[in-house]
């Protein structure tokens, strides 16, 4: 590791080159009436022109923001237009959440990408031309004759070293920002880059040593820049990394680079790129063991997508075989297709505790029995997933002509939903089934007369949900075969229908952000949640209920139909972080990682906590800077959160194994 430019970057020092951009696009291009196609460009024009090339010392990957913030291109008012023209916008309206076709770019160079774009992409590319031969003027003048000859090459022609590869995707990742994409992926790293690694390797150009170092510089770089793109948090930016995983003729992939990536993030602590594995039962426990070891570092990766289960999905779902083997996780961790899919796989998200809420207070008291009121759920479950994809049938992006350079083909269209709070869920249909229906001791009435006044005047009701009914997580049957139940008709009341791209809908097991607004949306349900608690994150537990251990959760969350709901959405488990100081910790979590997946899980995110710490972080967040958790599909430094996102994550399962 570059120690003097991990302080560098760690300390944030390079924040000082910034300058804040004080033109007005949006009002200067409104008021010409300009096109969108020449507003993104003109702007991508000008901020390029306004970056000012800075080599840290001893940095090999260069490129860095030199402007703050990225104005807009549309007013206020024009969006409130736009949004009404069209009825839907997605999120901010830009390209996001894509994976490109890195390789292709990397491999011919932009020379030959020029001849074939139009005459917008020609003006970015020049403009990309232009910083990059900045960037070579001042690496000559500083003496860095390595940097200046890779840039002599790259990005005008075809990468031929690691080095050059590397420098190349910093290049095409850092406009893609500069733009106004967002959420940019990174795709199958280790497929993709592996080729000039070897090549190095093989011809001496490197060693293995020098190539870790440079690896770990590039990793670098994601961080350089990322608190510019907050999401929903800061830390909220996308830059995804798959390692591993099976190609089209079933040979698993997992190559040295692979192990590198594994490495590079455990050493530099950083909270990007966002590490995520695919494994398979053919995966070798050594593969578990590496992953368990940057478990252990706390970071929350990797995330582990289960081939034997999201291949066969994404095939079901329409996917061509090669296609759904060559799978990626978009920001957090819904499947797409690198190279060919255009897809909007976080479009929006069905609330199952309030559909149950709702049912619970219009149909239970005419039901006879409690398959009669399962009957209504299932309706109403189906009918509310069916009219959410009336709401969102057609969703545009304003243009990108960088993300045109990645995706040529647009070849799949799908739109994706999350579902939330399945456990929440399930656990109050289970909490009906054996309360209202088979013991009789709560009466329909009683229980929304309780559900009303958050409890308050009937606690012994709340001790009957919360604690004396079956939970999910528990491998008790009844509640894990209702959530089956829920996400079947959750899938069938999406299936059939299309959207304006001619794609399906897909049903997912995610929660996002949606774990604490939707659950604000909701008072107090009949799984003994009271009003204010946020649902478990993901695919996961409530947070109140007793739990045995991880297995019997893991039991619990392989039952369902999780290929017929393979939108994403992990499994999410948080284990002490004492655990680890057993020596046979790691073996243990690999193992258990490994039954997971050879139950069928499709899913599965691990963070490492220790609450002590985290509390203290909150009283002297200058003591924990470097202090990170994972907090739904990406990790983010503690001390950078909101304080519900905070307590949430405080108040998670701690499991041990």
């Known amino acids: 590791m570059n120690q003097s430019l991990y302080n560098f970057i760690l300390q944030k020092k390079h924040h000082s080159f910034r300058a804040e951009v004080t033109t007005d696009f949006a009002a200067a291009f409104a008021a010409a009436g300009t096109p969108y196609a020449e507003r993104i460009t003109a702007r991508f024009e000008m901020l390029m022109a306004a970056q000012e090339p800075h080599i840290l010392e001893g940095e090999q990957i260069v490129f860095l923001r030199t402007t703050g913030k990225t104005p807009d291109v549309l007013t206020e008012e024009e969006w409130s237009t736009y949004r009404a023209e069209h009825g839907y916008v997605h999120e901010l309206g830009y390209t996001s959440n894509?994976?490109?076709?890195?390789?292709?770019?990397?491999?011919?160079?932009?020379?030959?990408?020029?001849?074939?774009?139009?005459?917008?992409g020609k003006r970015e590319i020049d403009a990309i031309f232009d910083l990059c031969e900045r960037y070579r003027h001042t690496a000559l003048q500083q003496g860095r004759d390595d940097i200046a000859t890779v840039l002599a090459r790259v990005p005008h022609q075809g990468a031929t070293t690691f080095r050059e590869a590397l420098q190349f995707f910093r290049i095409l990742?850092?406009?893609?920002?500069?733009?106004?994409?967002?959420?940019?992926?990174?795709?199958?790293?280790?497929?993709?880059?592996?080729?000039?690694?070897?090549?190095?390797?093989?011809?001496?150009?490197?060693?293995?040593?020098?190539?870790?170092?440079?690896?770990?510089d590039f990793f670098l770089s994601f961080n350089k820049d990322s608190d510019l793109y907050p999401g929903v948090q800061q830390g909220d930016n996308g830059q995804s990394m798959v390692l591993g995983g099976c190609d089209a003729a079933g040979k698993d992939c997992f190559n040295a680079l692979s192990a590198m990536c594994l490495r590079a993030s455990k050493s530099l602590l950083m909270?990007?790129?966002?590490?995520?594995l695919r494994v398979s039962k053919n995966t070798p426990i050594e593969v578990y063991r590496l992953g368990s070891e940057l478990t252990k570092a706390g970071l929350g990766f990797p995330q582990y997508s289960n081939d034997d289960v999201v291949i066969p999905a994404l095939e079901a779902y329409g996917y061509s075989h090669e296609d759904a083997?060559?799978?990626?996780?978009?920001?957090?961790?819904?499947?797409?297709?690198?190279?060919?899919?255009?897809?909007?796989?976080?479009?929006?998200?069905?609330?199952?505790?309030?559909?149950?809420?709702?049912?619970?207070?219009?149909?239970?008291?005419?039901?006879?029995?409690?398959?009669?009121?399962?009957?209504?759920?299932?309706?109403?479950?189906?009918?509310?997933?069916?009219?959410?994809?009336?709401?969102?049938?057609?969703?545009?992006?304003?243009?990108?002509?960088l993300m045109d350079m990645l995706i040529t083909d647009r070849r799949y269209r799908n739109f994706g939903f999350h579902g939330t709070g399945i456990a929440s869920a399930a656990d109050a249909l289970?909490?009906?089934?054996?309360?209202?229906?088979?013991?009789?001791?709560?009466?329909?009435?009683?229980?929304?007369?309780?559900?009303?006044?958050?409890?308050?005047?009937?606690?012994e009701l709340l001790r009957l949900l919360r604690y004396e009914s079956p939970k999910m997580g528990?491998?008790?049957?009844?509640?894990?075969?209702?959530?089956?139940?829920?996400?079947?008709?959750?899938?069938?009341?999406?299936?059939?229908?299309?959207?304006?791209?001619?794609?399906?809908?897909?049903?997912?097991?995610?929660?996002?952000?949606?774990?604490?607004?939707?659950?604000?949306?909701?008072?107090?349900?009949?799984?003994?949640?009271?009003?204010?608690?946020?649902?478990?994150?993901?695919?996961?537990?409530n947070l109140f209920a007793k739990i045995d251990g991880p297995t019997s959760v893991i039991r619990s969350f392989t039952k369902q139909h999780v290929a017929r709901a393979c939108n994403g959405g992990p499994l999410t488990l948080?284990?002490?972080?004492?655990?680890?100081?057993?020596?046979?910790?790691?073996?243990?979590?690999?193992e258990l990682v490994r039954f997971f997946v050879m139950k069928g899980g499709h899913q599965m995110q691990l963070n490492a906590v220790n609450a002590d710490k985290m509390k203290a972080a909150q009283q002297h967040p200058e003591q924990y800077a470097q202090l990170v958790v994972r907090i739904w599909g990406w990790s983010a430094y503690f001390v950078e959160l909101d304080k519900e996102y905070q307590d949430h994550v405080i108040a998670r399962q701690e499991y041990t194994v």
């Not at 894509?98 to 917008?120: F, I, K, M, P, S």
């Not at 709702?358 to 479950?381: N, P, S, Y």
């Not at 001791?441 to 009683?446: K, L, N, S, V």
């Open 98 to 120: 894509l994976c490109g076709d890195y390789a292709r770019l990397v491999a011919t160079g932009l020379d030959t990408v020029r001849e074939q774009v139009n005459e917008y």
């Open 173 to 216: 990742h850092f406009s893609l920002w500069l733009e106004g994409c967002y959420h940019n992926t990174v795709g199958r790293f280790d497929q993709y880059m592996y080729p000039y690694l070897a090549g190095d390797l093989a011809a001496g150009r490197l060693t293995e040593q020098e190539a870790q170092e440079l690896l770990e």
């Open 271 to 276: 909270i990007d790129p966002k590490i995520n």
């Open 325 to 401: 083997c060559d799978y990626v996780v978009a920001a957090c961790w819904e499947f797409i297709i690198p190279k060919y899919g255009y897809e909007i796989v976080n479009i929006g998200a069905l609330n199952f505790p309030s559909v149950v809420d709702q049912t619970v207070r219009e149909k239970l008291h005419t039901c006879a029995d409690f398959d009669a009121f399962m009957g209504e759920i299932d309706a109403a479950v189906k009918a509310t997933a069916t009219e959410m994809t009336a709401l969102k049938s057609a969703a545009p992006f304003l243009p990108s002509p």
């Open 430 to 459: 289970a909490a009906i089934g054996t309360h209202v229906f088979e013991k009789k001791d709560i009466a329909p009435a009683r229980l929304i007369a309780g559900l009303d006044d958050d409890f308050a005047s009937d606690p």
């Open 474 to 541: 528990c491998d008790h049957d009844l509640p894990d075969l209702l959530a089956t139940r829920l996400l079947d008709d959750f899938a069938d009341g999406l299936a059939g229908h299309k959207n304006a791209y001619g794609g399906i809908y897909r049903a997912g097991t995610g929660t996002a952000m949606y774990y604490l607004w939707h659950a604000a949306e909701v008072g107090a349900t009949a799984d003994g949640r009271r009003r204010g608690e946020p649902f478990g994150t993901n695919f996961s537990p």
């Open 574 to 590: 948080e284990f002490a972080a004492s655990m680890f100081q057993a020596p046979d910790s790691i073996d243990k979590l690999a």
